[in-house]
């Protein structure tokens, strides 16, 4: 038979308060929101700024990327290759964008009263 040891709760408890580390922003955030509701409603609006925190900041890092990408000259014959290669960046963006205006309104309706 399992249970829950004081060092699984600590170490649970140390993962979702941390930095949201690795490169797969998503499953990272989806993870802990998931989970969300184990700890301590004083607890959860600083895990969801910390999402938040990390989305704006990958959201920048993408954004620059993209002004960078409008100073280039594409060579004619990789034009096609950097189209899509664009709208990869472009999805990206819109992705990242759409992630935090969803956390930005969970974290309004979360510290609402009544929500």
Known sequence: MYRLTD???QEFRA???GDLGGADLETAALSRLYFLG????????????RITARIEA???ALSALDKHLDTLDIPEEHRD???????TLDYGIASHRFA?????????????PNH
């Open 7 to 9: 060092a699984g709760r």
């Open 15 to 17: 993962w979702m308060t």
């Open 38 to 49: 184990l700890l301590e409603p004083v607890e959860r609006v600083p895990v969801l700024r």
């Open 58 to 60: 990958d959201l920048a």
């Open 81 to 87: 290759l950097a189209t899509h290669q664009r709208a």
């Open 100 to 112: 935090l205006d969803w956390f930005r309104d969970h974290i309004d309706r979360h510290e609402t």
